[in-house]
Protein backbone atom coordinates (compact mmCIF):
# COMPACT_ATOMS: atom_id res chain seq x y z
CA UNK A 1 0.00 0.00 0.00
CA UNK A 2 1.45 3.25 -1.25
CA UNK A 3 1.04 6.10 1.16
CA UNK A 4 0.04 9.93 0.12
CA UNK A 5 -0.13 13.47 1.36
CA UNK A 6 2.56 15.53 2.58
CA UNK A 7 4.27 13.09 4.62
CA UNK A 8 5.19 11.01 1.56
CA UNK A 9 6.66 14.32 -0.29
CA UNK A 10 9.09 14.69 2.42
CA UNK A 11 12.60 12.00 1.59
CA UNK A 12 14.68 12.65 4.50
CA UNK A 13 14.71 11.10 8.36
CA UNK A 14 12.31 12.06 10.96
CA UNK A 15 14.37 14.11 13.26
CA UNK A 16 14.94 12.61 16.77
CA UNK A 17 17.57 13.54 19.05
CA UNK A 18 20.47 12.56 16.89
CA UNK A 19 20.42 14.18 13.86
CA UNK A 20 19.12 17.45 14.36
CA UNK A 21 21.91 19.08 11.88
CA UNK A 22 20.93 17.05 9.02
CA UNK A 23 16.84 17.70 9.57
CA UNK A 24 17.46 21.04 9.97
CA UNK A 25 19.17 21.38 6.74
CA UNK A 26 16.36 19.48 4.96
CA UNK A 27 13.36 20.77 6.97
CA UNK A 28 15.00 24.54 5.59
CA UNK A 29 14.60 24.12 2.23
CA UNK A 30 11.45 22.63 2.41
CA UNK A 31 10.05 25.35 4.22
CA UNK A 32 11.58 27.93 1.51
CA UNK A 33 10.34 25.78 -1.54
CA UNK A 34 6.80 25.79 -0.14
CA UNK A 35 7.35 29.78 0.73
CA UNK A 36 7.05 29.41 4.21
CA UNK A 37 10.62 29.68 5.64
CA UNK A 38 9.98 33.69 6.44
CA UNK A 39 7.05 32.90 9.04
CA UNK A 40 9.69 30.34 10.56
CA UNK A 41 12.42 32.74 10.85
CA UNK A 42 11.01 35.40 11.80
CA UNK A 43 11.39 38.05 9.28
CA UNK A 44 7.75 37.69 8.47
CA UNK A 45 6.01 38.36 12.10
CA UNK A 46 2.83 37.41 13.62
CA UNK A 47 0.74 40.70 12.12
CA UNK A 48 -1.46 42.14 14.79
CA UNK A 49 -5.25 40.81 15.05
CA UNK A 50 -8.02 42.98 14.03
CA UNK A 51 -9.77 44.33 16.59
CA UNK A 52 -13.42 44.36 17.46
CA UNK A 53 -16.36 43.97 14.64
CA UNK A 54 -16.40 45.38 11.06
CA UNK A 55 -16.90 48.96 11.63
CA UNK A 56 -19.65 50.38 9.52
CA UNK A 57 -17.70 53.26 7.80
CA UNK A 58 -16.65 51.84 4.27
CA UNK A 59 -12.71 53.34 4.66
CA UNK A 60 -12.66 51.79 8.00
CA UNK A 61 -13.99 48.30 6.65
CA UNK A 62 -12.07 47.75 3.74
CA UNK A 63 -8.79 48.71 6.04
CA UNK A 64 -10.24 46.24 8.91
CA UNK A 65 -11.04 43.46 6.34
CA UNK A 66 -7.41 44.19 4.72
CA UNK A 67 -6.22 43.42 8.51
CA UNK A 68 -8.27 40.41 8.57
CA UNK A 69 -7.44 38.72 6.01
CA UNK A 70 -3.40 39.59 6.21
CA UNK A 71 -4.06 37.91 10.04
CA UNK A 72 -5.60 34.89 8.46
CA UNK A 73 -3.45 34.11 5.77
CA UNK A 74 -0.94 34.68 7.91
CA UNK A 75 -2.46 32.23 10.64
CA UNK A 76 -2.51 29.55 7.39
CA UNK A 77 0.89 29.99 6.73
CA UNK A 78 2.09 29.50 10.19
CA UNK A 79 -0.35 26.47 10.78
CA UNK A 80 1.16 25.10 7.26
CA UNK A 81 4.60 24.92 8.26
CA UNK A 82 4.01 23.56 12.12
CA UNK A 83 2.05 20.69 10.52
CA UNK A 84 5.45 20.23 7.79
CA UNK A 85 7.79 20.10 10.82
CA UNK A 86 5.31 17.89 12.78
CA UNK A 87 5.03 15.52 10.60
CA UNK A 88 8.79 15.10 10.34
CA UNK A 89 9.53 14.56 13.89
CA UNK A 90 9.25 11.43 16.00
CA UNK A 91 7.14 11.60 19.30
CA UNK A 92 10.04 12.40 21.44
CA UNK A 93 10.71 15.37 19.33
CA UNK A 94 7.24 16.17 19.27
CA UNK A 95 6.92 16.45 23.19
CA UNK A 96 9.37 19.48 23.18
CA UNK A 97 7.08 21.26 21.50
CA UNK A 98 3.34 20.72 22.18
CA UNK A 99 3.14 24.22 24.01
CA UNK A 100 4.96 26.01 21.15
CA UNK A 101 2.33 29.23 19.88
CA UNK A 102 3.64 29.31 16.75
CA UNK A 103 6.38 27.77 14.07
CA UNK A 104 8.94 30.11 15.05
CA UNK A 105 8.79 28.98 19.16
CA UNK A 106 8.90 25.37 17.79
CA UNK A 107 11.98 25.56 15.36
CA UNK A 108 13.73 27.88 18.08
CA UNK A 109 12.47 25.26 20.58
CA UNK A 110 13.96 22.21 18.83
CA UNK A 111 17.07 24.17 18.03
CA UNK A 112 17.48 25.02 21.58
CA UNK A 113 17.19 21.61 22.65
CA UNK A 114 18.95 19.55 19.92
CA UNK A 115 22.27 22.07 19.75
CA UNK A 116 23.04 22.18 23.08
CA UNK A 117 22.27 17.98 23.08
CA UNK A 118 24.81 17.85 19.63
CA UNK A 119 27.44 19.62 20.69
Known amino acids: MSSTGASSELRFPKLNSENYREWAVNMK ?48 QDDAAQGTMLITADKSAQTHVVDCKNVKEMWDMWKKVYVTHQQ
Open 29 to 76: ATLKSKMLWRIVDGSEPEPAKPEGMLPSDLTAAKAWKATQKEYTDWLL
